[in-house]
């Protein structure tokens, strides 16, 4: 279930996304990756900042893709 934002930004370089936070309530969010060339790419990892408490944060994991040209088997 992914949660309703109430703001999103789509940057060349990164995804912006602004949410209302309840305690204890969870987040789920989802983005997809843009590639323009076939490359082994290394994905940053997702962080989240607390605007108003910054020291409130959060950070995930680094991930890889491989694109492959169109009709690559």
């Known amino acids: 279930d992914l949660s ?17 936070s309840y305690p ?3 987040y789920s969010f ?14 940053p990892a997702a962080s989240v900042e607390d605007m108003y408490r910054p020291t409130r944060i959060g950070r995930g994991a680094m991930g890889q893709a491989e694109i ?5 088997p």
């Open 4 to 20: 309703d934002a109430l703001y999103t930004e789509y940057l060349d370089d990164r995804f912006l996304t602004g949410f209302e």
């Open 24 to 26: 204890g309530y969870e």
């Open 30 to 43: 989802a983005y997809m990756i843009r590639a323009v060339t076939p490359e082994h790419y290394r994905v």
């Open 68 to 72: 492959e040209a169109a009709g690559t």
